[in-house]
Nanobody
Framework: VQLQASGGGLVQAGGSLRLSCTAS????????MGWFRRAPGKEREFVAA????????YYTDSVRGRFSISRDDVKKMVYLQMNSLQPEDTAVYYC?????????????????WGQGTEVTVSS
């Protein structure tokens, strides 16, 4: 199983980025997918998740209304569209896959993790 995240980079405050995560080696459509981030000096935190059906999405309060998670089961990809980026969004972003009956947002409930892609937002 491999999750490959990409799309990070350096952007000015107010800008946008779209992160992508490609999955291989797992029945992608059976997995809930999530994005997490770890800011410098901080613990990993939940950012967004999408159910395996794509019908339900979840966001942490600090990104709701600015970020949007989506998935393409044909391409086996999950995306995180990030708009109105702020310096506090600076972090390494990780995609993760979860095989559970019902979706959970705790990191411990995710089975597979990607390697992370770095996002830096300058003020």
């Amino acid at each position: 199983v491999q999750l490959q995240a990409s799309g990070g980079g350096l952007v000015q405050a107010g800008g946008s980025l779209r992160l992508s995560c490609t999955a291989s080696g797992l029945p992608f459509s059976s997995y809930h997918m999530g994005w997490f981030r770890r800011a410098p000096g901080k613990e990993r935190e939940f950012v967004a998740a999408i159910s395996r059906s794509g019908g339900n999405t979840y966001y942490t309060d600090s990104v709701r209304g600015r970020f949007s998670i989506s998935r393409d089961d044909v391409k086996k990809m999950v995306y995180l569209q990030m708009n109105s980026l702020q310096p506090e969004d600076t972090a390494v972003y990780y995609c993760a896959g979860q095989f559970r009956l019902s979706i959970a947002i705790a990191g411990k409930d995710y089975n597979y993790w990607g390697q992370g892609t770095e996002v830096t937002v300058s003020s």
